[in-house]
């Protein structure tokens, strides 16, 4: 079948970012598809903390018997860590889930346009840059892509699919069939900033920073409310631990600039909070503490 040759072209996988975003894919690349995983990043810190992650995660489902040992022997054997873009040239899909920052995300896409072999296709993680943007950097805009995983991404079932202006059918239809590969639902997004879930959960979690900063409630009384009130499995404070005050502030940026309205424009407590270095849960400490260390902001 048609299906199964256009599944069968993506054998090898480049994942570039091996923070929280990037080992979850290339653990998903691995073991879910099958396929061999290059997993660079520019600190070699982050690639040992990504495989003893991923390592720990997939022996996760061995011991609950949803994964073989053979299989997750195989799966770790098929995970090889590399240090330079050229290393990348085999891939057949690159999947970067660097920084959230248009012009470091646009450096790289020259990069892979240059080392990449013809036919690969360029996707990104990004949570809200434009991929017509990213797309523009390379002389292949019909082959990149949005391929947006959700945190933490072999646990999160969806992808968001994201075409550029010049996306082609082609590309898209490779990109549906490996994310259902993965084991994941897709929705489409059109091209504008935040894409869908974004758009509308980034306002969310700006507004929940407003209600903190204004001394609405306290923050775990916001989050009760949002949990209890509105059946969400998390508050939008605890989420935007988990996601990265970071990204969030990111992407608010880009739905500010973006949409030109100020609704967007971020609560001064979530940059005073980036500013201090509180990131969330990745760094130990952001609205909550996840770890020991002490911070002079009091919300
Ligand atoms: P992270 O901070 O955990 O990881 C980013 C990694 O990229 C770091 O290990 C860093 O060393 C590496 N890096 C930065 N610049 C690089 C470069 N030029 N070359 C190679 N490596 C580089 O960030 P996270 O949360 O994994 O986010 C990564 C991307 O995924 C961002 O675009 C973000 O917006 C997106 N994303 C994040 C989600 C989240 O919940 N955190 C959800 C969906 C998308």
Redo the contacts with the bound molecule.
């Keep these: 079948m048609a299906t199964q040759a256009t599944e069968r072209e993506i054998a090898v996988v480049g994942v570039?970012?091996?923070?929280?975003?990037?080992s979850g894919i290339a653990q998903l690349a691995a073991a879910a598809a099958g396929c061999v995983v290059l997993l660079?990043?520019?600190?070699t810190a982050?690639l040992s903390r990504a495989v003893a992650s991923i390592s720990s995660s997939l022996r996760r489902l061995v011991a609950k018997g949803q994964l073989s040992q053979a299989s997750y022997e195989d799966s770790i054997e098929r995970i090889k860590c590399v240090s330079s873009v050229q290393e990348l040239c085999d891939a057949d899909l690159v999947i970067e889930?660097?920084?959230?920052s248009e012009d470091?995300k646009k450096k790289?896409f020259v990069e892979l346009d240059k080392i990449t072999k013809p036919s690969a296709i360029l996707a990104s993680?990004?949570?809200?840059i434009s991929i017509t943007r990213l797309a523009s950097a390379t002389n292949r805009p019909c082959q990149v892509i949005g391929m947006?995983?959700?945190?933490p991404p072999p646990i999160m079932k969806l992808i968001e699919i994201i075409r550029g202006a010049d996306t082609s059918e082609e590309v898209f239809t490779k990109v549906k069939y490996f994310s259902e590969r993965l084991g994941k639902m897709i929705i489409c997004s059109q091209d504008y900033p935040g894409f869908i879930v974004n758009r509308i959960l980034m306002p969310m979690i700006n507004e929940a920073f407003w209600a903190l900063y204004t001394g609405v409630a306290t923050k775990e009384d916001i989050d009760t409310g949002m949990k209890l009130g509105t059946n969400h499995p998390m508050g939008p404070l605890q989420l935007a631990d988990?996601?990265?005050l970071d990204?969030c502030l990111?992407?608010l940026g880009v739905l500010h600039n973006g949409l030109g309205d100020s609704k967007y424009s971020p609560c001064p407590l979530l940059v005073q909070y980036v500013d201090a270095g509180r990131l969330g849960k990745?760094r130990g400490q952001g609205v909550y503490s996840y770890g020991t260390r002490s911070s002079s902001i009091k919300p």
Aim: charged residues 10%.
């Design positions: 570039i970012g091996a923070g929280q975003m990037g660079l990043d520019s600190d982050a889930a660097i920084v959230e470091i790289l993680n990004t949570s809200s947006h995983f959700f945190n988990f996601i990265g990204v990111s992407v990745k």
